[in-house]
């Protein structure tokens, strides 16, 4: 069966120290990849997405950036974080060509 | 651009049928999907309209008019654990997939 480990859960980080979070993809190959934000009480804000290795579709500019260095993995980063990327970070994969989309469980970054 | 509009809330009580709207102004997406998040938790994918027309899963059924860029759900037999966000969904060609900005629903006993 197909599983997606997202971490860590939680994170707390001081403005402008920089920022990885991880997502991995098992039982699975060629899926196409997300990376959303949600602000508390508010919508999924689609931040990158990649349908391949070393492709990646970015929608919001802004200081982040992703990354796909192997087929099953999705990374999000920052070089130096504000205070507006606290939030809740949702990696998703979907089949190709599929709208059914599986979501790992978030990370709630908090920038302080 | 690309969007897709729904009600902010909603309130039903236990038992009852509730609609859940999503009206959009974009085109050339493949069809319209519904989910599910329960709060602090992952969405989850309830249903999907490819066709213009009415899909039923259990307590849920989904609707889907093209014409009238227009799509709901439904939850009939509203149970307490049915409290949670609902949003709609739209796939695209290339592979992005963007979501409304979702629908807080409260089932009150």
């Known amino acids: 069966s197909q599983t997606i480990h997202q971490w860590p859960a939680t994170l707390v980080q001081p403005v402008g120290s920089p920022l990885s979070l991880e997502c991995t993809v098992e039982?699975?190959?060629?899926?196409?990849l997300y990376w959303y934000r949600q602000a508390a009480g508010r919508g999924l804000q689609l931040l990158f997405y990649s349908v391949g290795i070393g492709q990646i579709s970015s929608e919001v500019p802004q200081n982040l950036s992703a990354s796909r260095p192997q087929d099953r993995q999705f990374i999000l980063s920052s070089k130096k974080l504000l205070l507006s990327d606290s939030g809740f970070y949702l990696c998703?994969?979907?089949?190709?060509?599929?709208?059914?989309?599986?979501f790992g469980q978030g990370t709630r970054l908090t920038v302080v | 651009g690309q969007s897709l509009e729904q009600p902010s809330e909603v309130t039903a009580v236990e038992g009852a049928i509730v609609q859940i709207n999503c009206t959009y102004q974009t085109s050339g997406f493949y069809g319209l999907s519904w989910y599910q998040q329960h709060d602090g938790g992952a969405p989850t994918f309830l249903s999907y309209n490819a066709l213009d027309g009415l899909e039923e899963t259990g307590r849920f059924s989904s609707f889907l008019s093209r014409s009238d860029s227009y799509g709901y759900l439904l939850l009939q037999e509203l149970q307490m654990k049915d409290s949670a966000s609902y949003f709609c969904a739209v796939r695209f060609q290339g592979g992005k997939l963007i979501f409304g900005q979702g629908t807080e629903l409260s089932v009150k006993p």
């Open positions: 998703a994969w979907a089949y190709r060509g599929r709208d059914e989309a599986f």
């Open positions: 039982g699975t190959s060629n899926p196409n």
